[in-house]
């Protein structure tokens, strides 16, 4: 109790652990012995594509929930802006910052109450992340992140796959939502025109499939052009997207793993596997979009807004609106604080070997002021994203492997902790507003839900929870030598993999539901695992 009491405490510690190495932050790997200027530039690029891509997902996202109010435009913009503060002034710049499938949801839920209560979107918003960043300064300064000690490993395993599942679940609804659009409409197409083609007057001698195609194609050009009907009623389209985006995670995961390959120069190697991530974008962008170019593809939308920073009108609201606004910021700020703290503990977890040290109360306290600014300019929230921190740390690190009785085994070495490459790839992206709406537009949707399928893939490499769910479908010969296995009785592995499995399963019920307010209360649903684990 004397240790939440004292206030500021962790905050002041923090600072006085980080200051003193802030200089080498900008210096290592660039002046010195130890250079590493050319996986600086690799983890650029991987960060640039890392960061851009899901902010163009989820701002689509967020366009298509809130009609327009928050868009792709603000959302790169928010991640332009709360990157770079976050890179320049945060005790642990290896922690990437996103905005994530769960704000999204919130972000849409808070749009229904709007509608329900005719209440002024931007001033709701505006007054629900003010409360949120309220409370995250109150838990920084009350140093509510050495509760995290009651987070062990388990929670962070469980939580790590959640994550991962609802980045296949988004790629998967939105592959769906194109062969509903495309391939069954198609059929609907296809059943008019053998009609059409079986009515027809043979006797006539006229050209039926030509009269009928081109009459298609005329009638489809004219719906283009009213604007009445935008649906390309082809079949190859879904065909088409399914492929671009199995393409992408295939591509993406070979080149990931090719550093283990004995093919070229290790150098090689681990630059394609650095920059696994673009390349397969790039790739399959330009399959979509140039030699499939006949082919009409779904694209994000793009609605230029004519002024970025307008203030919401927080005055509007009335004095019961900014109460039930607490309610929901104090919901909003559990999932904040329970992401960035255990997002931050995975970065910092000690097979990684960082040297420099943490700063979860003052990074907390970072985020919650980013946050502000972000709330009353209507832009999207941001806070610490998995695993592409993880995924950050991984791209800087120096690995070695091992072989033991026939298993290859990858272990960190060394990690260069910079904020150059965060700094610059929010730069990047905030460059990217001058490709909007071409060149961007020419990525298409479904290489963006591959995007989701390969990060959620490369994420669950090293979850040991996932190894022992993997473990029941193999023969006990198989099983790999790690000393828990060796150590512990099957009977308890299973035993303890199964309440993971359980845990993991409430979790997704209460995330995944289709009712919107019951995705609001699973960060209640995360603390509520804590007391399972002891």
Not at 132 to 153: A, E, T
Not at 235 to 247: I, K, P
Not at 383 to 398: G, K
Not at 412 to 431: D, H, M, P, Q, W
Request: with cysteine.
């Amino acid at each position: 109790l004397h240790e939440f009491l004292n206030v500021g405490k962790g905050i002041s510690d923090d600072i006085a652990r980080r200051f003193p190495v802030y200089a080498l932050d900008f210096t290592d790997g660039v002046i010195g012995n130890n250079k590493a200027i050319g996986k600086y530039i690799t983890t650029m690029i991987f960060l640039y594509f890392a960061c851009l891509l899901p902010s163009i997902a989820f701002g689509s996202l967020n366009d298509e929930n809130t009609r327009g109010a928050i868009d792709v435009q603000k959302t790169i913009v928010g991640q332009c802006i709360g990157g770079l503060l976050y890179a320049l002034f945060s005790g642990q710049p290896l922690v990437v910052l996103l905005t994530t499938a769960p704000l999204a949801l919130y972000i849409n839920v808070i749009r229904g109450i709007c509608d329900d209560y005719n209440l002024d979107f931007s001033a709701f918003y505006a007054w629900i992340g003010l409360w949120n960043s309220f409370f995250l300064v109150m838990y920084s300064l009350f140093n509510f992140s050495l509760l995290m000690k009651l987070f062990k490993r388990s929670t962070e395993e469980i939580i790590a796959l959640f994550i991962s599942i609802t980045f296949v679940l988004d790629a998967f609804k939105g592959i769906i939502k194109v062969f509903k659009k495309y391939y069954y409409h198609g059929r609907t197409g296809d059943s008019y025109l053998e009609k059409a083609r079986a009515n027809a007057i043979p006797s006539l001698g006229i050209n039926t499939t030509f009269l009928m195609n081109s009459s298609v194609s005329r009638s489809m050009s004219l719906e283009n052009q009213t604007g009445t009907h935008d649906v390309h009623y082809g079949r190859e389209t879904a065909v088409l997207s399914l492929m671009l985006m199995l393409g992408t995670l295939w591509l993406g995961h070979t080149l990931y793993q090719f550093k283990k390959s004995p093919y070229l120069h290790a150098r090689v190697r681990e630059i394609l596997s650095d920059c696994a991530l673009p390349i397969s974008v790039l790739t399959f962008s330009v399959v979509g979009s140039y030699i499939f170019k006949e082919i009409e593809m779904s694209k994000f939308n793009y609605n230029p807004s004519e002024s970025l920073f307008v203030l919401a009108p927080v005055q509007s609201l009335s004095i019961g609106s900014v109460m039930s606004a607490m309610g929901l910021g104090f919901l909003l700020s559990m999932l904040f604080f329970i992401e960035q703290n255990i997002v931050a503990s995975l970065t910092n977890a000690p097979e990684n070997r960082l040297v420099k040290g943490t700063a979860y109360h003052w990074d907390l306290l970072l985020v919650a002021l980013i946050n502000t600014g972000l709330s009353v300019f209507g832009l999207p929230w941001i806070h610490a994203a998995f695993p592409h921190s993880p995924m950050h740390v991984r791209a800087l690190a120096y690995v070695e492997e091992r072989v033991e009785n026939g298993h290859i085994y990858e272990t960190i070495v060394s990690v260069k902790e910079t904020r150059l490459t965060s700094l610059v790839a929010n730069f990047l992206v905030g460059l990217s507003l001058l490709l909007l709406p071409f060149p961007l537009q020419w990525i298409p949707k479904p290489v963006l839900y591959g995007l989701f399928l390969y990060i959620a893939l490369t994420s669950i490499d090293g979850n040991q929870l996932f190894e022992r769910v993997a473990l029941l479908l193999k023969e006990q010969t198989a099983y790999p030598p790690t000393h828990y296995i060796r150590r512990v009785p099957q009977r308890k592995i299973h035993y303890f993999t199964g309440l993971q499995v359980l845990q993991l399963l409430i979790l997704c019920g209460f995330g995944m539901s289709p009712l919107p307010y019951m995705k609001m209360i699973f960060p209640l649903i995360m603390i509520g695992m804590i007391p399972i684990r002891y």
